[in-house]
Structure formats: C-alpha cells, structure tokens
C-alpha cells in the first residue's frame, strides 16, 4: 500500500505519518525531512535546498523528484510507503504516477488533513523537533524537553528555522499557491479522501487510520 498524506505547513503530516507507519507497517518517506537530513550531513543538495527552505519556497522539482525516487528504490521501501509532503506541484504529483507505473506500484489514496491557517500558526510557533529521528513534539500540545524514543537519547529537541512567523507566513502562500492546486488532480483522478484536521493528536489519528484501513480493503 502506498499512501500520499497531503495538507499544509503544521496540519499534521509528520504526526500522523508516524502513527500510521505503525499501525500499516509502511515507511515514511518525508521530503521536507531527507532535505533536513542533507542539511545535517552538509551534502551540497542540502546546502541548496535550506536556501529554499529559509525563504519557505518550494526545492526545484528536478532535485525533489530525484531524491524521492532515490529513496523509493531503497529496499525497505519495497512494502509500502507514507509519503508527506510529496508531492507537493504539479509536475512532481505527474512524475510519481511515472515513477510507481515504472516500479508497477500505485498510489492507493491522498489523505488530505485539513486545518485553518490560524491553527498552522497556533502548532509551528510551539513545535519542537527531535534532531535524530525528526518526530515532531509541541510546547503545549505534546510536550518533551528530550525525545521520549530509546535510540535518540542525549539530544534536546530544538525548533526549526523553517518555524519563525515569517517563515511560516512564507509557507502557507506557498501552499496555497502551489500545492493546493492538486486537491483537484486528485480529486478528479478519485484519490483524494478529506479528514478533519482540527482537534486532539488522537481523534485526527482515529480518524486518518479509518480512512487508511478502508483503502486496504478496497
Ligand atoms: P516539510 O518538512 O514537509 O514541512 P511542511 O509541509 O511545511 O510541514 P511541516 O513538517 O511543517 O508540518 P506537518 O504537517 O508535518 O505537521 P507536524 O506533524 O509536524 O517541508 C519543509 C520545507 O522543505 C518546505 O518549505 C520546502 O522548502 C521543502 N520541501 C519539502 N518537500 C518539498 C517538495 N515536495 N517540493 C519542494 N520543496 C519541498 O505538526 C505540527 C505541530 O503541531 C507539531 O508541533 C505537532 O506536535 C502539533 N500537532 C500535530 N497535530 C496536532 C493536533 N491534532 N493538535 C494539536 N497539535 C498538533
Ligand atoms: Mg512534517
């Protein structure tokens, strides 16, 4: 099973995408996750990508796509994937459906968490981030000082550069702009299933695995 989890800067993804990787045994393929990997690493990609990232512009394509693909060819992800926040235009979203036909995989449904823009704003400005294994956490919401994960002990978590208010504000144009525009890709190619992204961690999570499930057993 593949799935795409789609919504906006601070919706959920990353939160969500690790319950159901859980629960489906999938792997969780994040963009905005292998860029931060190559920052870390100080790879030249990474390097090109933060001068995106800093503005809260999108990474060129060609450069996403690749990586992406790289990824995808790894052998543990060979049963199964959550991709978040890929694709993210139009152009990437039509070189995945290339992508899986040449793997002769598919994709099984778009999960599209949707919550308001002042609610972004209210998440981003208290979200904390594990440096090793990238789980998001939150000030208020989901609070840690250390990431509670056995194999990441002895880093503190630490806030984005992504996360500062006008960044933020960067983003959401950004996706408003350029990546809401394949709600209706999706939607015409009958993909796209829309959950309530408002509420408690646990009752988005109930919601999003329902949906999940019900495409494993379409
Ligand atoms: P990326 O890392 O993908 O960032 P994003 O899409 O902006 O999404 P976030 O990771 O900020 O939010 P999320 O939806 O994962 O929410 P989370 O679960 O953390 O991308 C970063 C950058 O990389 C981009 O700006 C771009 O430059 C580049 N990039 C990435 N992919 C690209 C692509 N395909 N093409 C081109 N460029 C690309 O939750 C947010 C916070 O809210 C957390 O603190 C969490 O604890 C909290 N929270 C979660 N759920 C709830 C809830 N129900 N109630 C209360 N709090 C909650
Ligand atoms: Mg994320």
Partial sequence: MNIVLFGAPGSGKGTQAEQLCQELNLIHVASGDLFREN?????ELGKLAQTYMDKGE?????VTVAMVKERLSRPDARTGVIFDGFPRTLPQAKALDQVMDE???RIDGVLY????DEEVVRRLSGRLICRECQTPFHKEFNPFKR???NK????????R??????TVRARLKTFHNQTEPLIDYYRQAGLLAEIEGEGEVAEVATRTLAVA????QA
Avoid: A, H
């Fill in 213 to 216: 499930r019900g495409l494993v």
């Fill in 161 to 166: 550069d992504d996360d500062r208010p006008e």
């Fill in 147 to 149: 990431c509670p994960f």
């Fill in 113 to 116: 968490i949707k919550v308001s």
């Fill in 58 to 62: 999108l990474v060129p394509d060609d």
């Fill in 103 to 105: 793997m002769e995989r």
């Fill in 152 to 159: 990441c002990e002895g880093e503190y978590l630490y806030q």
């Fill in 39 to 43: 920052l870390n690493n100080e790879t």
